[in-house]
């Protein structure tokens, strides 16, 4: 399994906001799933009830362990797209009503039909 864990000297001082992390660090999760994937390697044959009632047991945990790793995931996921969206809102540029009015000036004159004389005053010209 790979540490999630940097050397002291390859970190790099962030100032972006510390997002509340879930009761389990993810290298205590790690531990937990390689010990239950060794349980599971194991209990394969499971030759009586008690064996059975210990490898449910430990399914139980796994479960919550994974429901606690999915509701931290889940919480980074949102702390992301929040701080994408302030990030993006912060590069839109400020309007006035003043740009706004000539923006619809623009597109007025822009949607408007065309009252040039396309024929340079040529009867004879035709245009499809």
Do not use: Y
């Not at 509340?20 to 009830?49: C, M, Q, W, Y």
């Not at 399914?59 to 993006?88: E, Y």
């Amino acid at each position: 399994m790979r540490s999630s864990a940097a050397s002291p000297s390859s970190q790099t001082h962030d100032t972006t906001p510390v997002i509340p992390t879930a009761s389990l660090d993810a290298s205590k999760l790690e531990e937990k799933f390689a010990a239950v994937n060794g349980d599971f390697t194991r209990g394969v044959t499971i030759k009586g009830k008690d064996d059975a009632m210990k490898l449910q047991g430990k399914v139980n945990d796994w479960r919550d362990d994974v429901s606690t790793l999915a509701t931290h995931i889940a919480a980074q996921l949102q702390f992301c797209k929040s701080l994408r969206t302030s990030k993006a809102m912060a590069l839109i540029p400020n309007t006035t009503p003043g740009d706004s009015d000539s923006h619809a000036r623009m597109k007025e004159i822009l949607d408007a039909p065309s009252t040039l004389d396309k024929t340079g005053g040529d009867p004879t010209v035709a245009f499809d």
